[in-house]
């Protein structure tokens, strides 16, 4: 349905004293499903709001669709928003809620009625339209919110935390509805989270962001295998993050040294890097493993952490890895701290940067 909804923002910064957005620089295509990711206080909601024209900006420029609308107040940038807290007028009905745009931009009563039905039976919200937001659940109240947002066909949706305050049956359900609808309606939408599972389900790419700088952009898988910082690695649960020295082998593959142990990894780099080793790609066998993993250690666990479905188990080699198993696997080897144990993982599984 959209062929526009290019955002170009170039070089933006933003001075609120006691924070500030540094070096800003993204390019999101139309139709696109673009994430930003980070921790509380990294500065993702002060980016939403300044792309929306909420906040002024000291350097740089906004473009949609190769328009300037650095200046522009917030109705005229063809922005729909979505806040967490949903921000429903409380004392209008559902199908009030939703019209309100439309009836600002001077639709026509016939044309509010056949856009707010088309929407609400999208968003499958037709059944609430007499009701007034607080008497809907939370994952009500915020398809209304996207109705509300969407019906105004906007250039671009901006999503602020907009499944935070659900619970995790409705927010799985709506994560899901969020992907369908984008993907029907094709308008670009820019979605703010610290949620990693809820970027990658959602994402085309990311932005992870840290203390005001975007920090990487890529692929969720981009993100996810090869982080750029030790900060990346960290907030996408790597857990494994090793300081050592590179060198290539005289076989040809590239060689990490760390604690005395050398490790077997797919690399070009030589001298002091970091590595990282995601814990569901190491193997915990009770002996060798005759497999096509090119690194095995012997080890001990140190500790189990029991999470329910999965199980997060520290074996001291040294160094130290967090590998993470199913309960099944728990209790059929039969783990306990100070059991010796084997571990193993590919060469591909070591990221090198």
Not at 311 to 337: A, D, G, Q, Y
Request: charged residues 25%; negative net charge; aromatic residues 6%.
């Amino acid at each position: 349905m959209k062929n526009s909804g290019n955002v170009r923002v170039e070089d933006l910064w933003v001075d609120l004293e006691e924070f500030q957005l540094r070096r800003i620089n993204l390019r999101i295509k139309a139709g696109e499903y673009f994430v930003i990711l980070g921790p509380t206080g990294a500065g993702k909601t002060v980016l939403l709001e300044t792309i929306a024209g909420l906040f002024e900006h000291s350097q740089g420029r906004i473009l949609l669709d190769g328009e300037d609308v650095s200046l522009a107040p917030p109705e005229r940038r063809g922005v729909g928003f979505v806040y967490q807290d949903y921000a429903l007028f409380p004392h209008l009905s559902v199908a009030d809620n939703v019209a309100f745009g439309l009836k600002l931009r001077g639709v026509d009563g016939a044309g509010v009625g056949e856009r707010v039905n088309a929407m609400s039976e999208m968003l499958d919200i037709k059944h609430l339209l007499h009701r007034r937001p607080s008497t809907l659940s939370g994952g009500e109240q915020q398809r209304t919110a996207l109705a509300r947002a969407l019906v105004v066909e906007p250039r671009l949706l901006l999503l602020d935390e907009p499944l935070s305050a659900l619970d995790p049956e409705t927010r799985e359900g709506l994560r899901r509805e969020l992907g369908r609808v984008q993907r029907q309606l094709g308008t670009t939408t820019i979605h703010v989270t610290h949620d990693f599972e809820e970027a990658v389900a959602l994402g085309d790419r990311i932005a992870v962001m840290n203390e005001g700088l975007i920090v990487q952009v890529g692929s969720p898988e981009e993100i996810f295998r090869k982080p750029a910082s030790k900060f990346v690695a960290r907030f996408v649960g790597v857990r494994n993050i090793f300081t050592g020295i590179a060198r290539q082998g005289e076989d040809g593959h590239g060689m990490l040294s760390l604690d005395g142990v050398e490790f077997l990894v797919v690399t070009d780099l030589e001298g002091p890097v970091h590595g990282s080793v995601r814990p569901e790609d190491i193997l915990i066998s009770e002996g060798p493993l005759v497999s096509s993993a090119q690194n095995s250690f012997a080890g001990r666990v140190t500790s189990i952490a029991d999470r329910g479905a999965i199980v997060w188990v520290t074996v001291h080699v040294p160094p130290e890895f967090t590998c993470m198993i199913t309960r099944r696997s728990l209790e059929e080897m039969e783990l306990k701290e100070g059991t010796e144990v084997y571990i193993s993982f590919k060469t591909s599984a070591v990221h090198v940067f």
